[in-house]
């Protein structure tokens, strides 16, 4: 199985100011690793792209894309794959990522969205998923807001389908997550886990592709550390990846 995993990467720059005096620093973190590793170690070929090469480096051909089996896109917003530095800066026309990605997706391509701060809407509405292209291919419907919902107390999920192929070898038991995108299941897609009464893990078909949403963190911060260390975790992404793997 080849992937191509993109987002989850950030780049942070802090002031300090100690009395009169303050300096700047900065720090790039990527969130994945864990994850990543975890399929590495199942055989999965990935290949990362974080959220910053999407800005010069994201495939410009169908082509490009149909090596994948499935294409992953957790926390990074729709702006970063609509405004590439060619067109942004350079006023070039270029091929939009979004009708690249939509288009590989209905003639068979495996596509997951994975929640966080600027996944579906994200903080302040700023992932914009919901006004995308990618809007119709998704298994679920957007909120036309912030749709993060905070849980600092932990809340559990809980399994709706029991016999769902994506809980194989799946524990019952679910971790504990800090938060969520709130969404609302399209009505032929199968919602097979909910958290909060909400969608957590939502899966579907657009035309001849199959398509997931994964409506919390794949890493923390709304991925607790119980989740990471959940003896689960990495049965539960193998299983949606290839429940949505490309149909030939």
């Not at 996944?119 to 912030?146: C, V, Y």
Request: hydrophobic fraction near 40%; charged fraction near 20%; include cysteine.
């Amino acid at each position: 199985m080849k992937i191509l995993f993109i987002g989850e990467s950030w780049h942070i720059h802090m002031i300090h100011t100690k009395g009169y005096d303050s300096f700047t620093s900065s720090r790039y973190e990527e969130g994945a690793t864990f994850l990543l590793d975890c399929l590495k170690k199942a055989a999965i070929d990935i290949t990362y792209m974080p959220a910053h090469e999407v800005l010069i480096n994201f495939p410009t051909s169908l082509q490009e894309l149909n090596q994948y089996d499935a294409i992953v896109i957790s926390d990074i917003g729709s702006n970063t794959f609509l405004l590439p530095n060619n067109t942004f800066y350079g006023l070039e026309k270029t091929p939009n990522a979004l009708n690249l990605i939509k288009e590989y997706t209905q003639n068979g391509g495996g596509l997951l969205m994975i929640g966080g701060y600027l996944t579906f809407m994200g903080i302040e509405g700023k992932g914009n998923w919901r006004n995308s292209q990618l809007a119709d291919a998704l298994p679920i419907e957007m909120f036309p807001h912030d749709d993060r919902v905070e849980c600092p107390e932990g809340i559990r999920p809980k399994t709706v389908l029991n016999n769902h192929t994506l809980l194989k070898n799946i524990s019952d038991n679910w971790p504990i997550f800090l938060g969520y995108n709130k969404v609302m299941a399209k009505q032929k897609a199968e919602t097979v886990v909910e958290i909060n009464g909400d969608p957590l893990i939502v899966v579907g078909k657009y035309q001849k592709g199959r398509v997931a949403c994964f409506t919390s963190d794949c890493a923390p911060h709304w991925g607790s550390p119980q989740f990471l260390q959940w003896e689960s975790y990495s049965q539960l992404w193998l299983n949606i990846l290839q429940a949505i793997s490309k149909t030939e």
